[in-house]
């Protein structure tokens, strides 16, 4: 199952983000200048393997705003 980043309140704040699987491992640390552009684009279609293979096992995204 695909998780649904629509649920969720995404802010455009810079900050890092923390994805984590169904058992609550962190699978990926990014950072971004706007955190609600940046998660986004990786569930826009036609994304690497890679990408693609990152996102199935998303269950959960945190975030961490900085300045």
């Known amino acids: 199952m695909t998780f649904d980043i629509s649920k969720i ?37 036609n994304q690497n393997h890679k990408t693609q293979k990152l996102v199935e096992n998303i269950s959960d995204i945190e975030f961490v705003l900085t300045d």
């Open 9 to 45: 309140n995404i802010p455009s704040n810079p900050g890092i983000y923390l994805m984590k699987d169904s058992h609550e491992k962190i699978i990926y640390i990014g950072k971004a200048k706007n955190l609600k552009n940046r998660i986004r684009s990786y569930f826009l279609k």
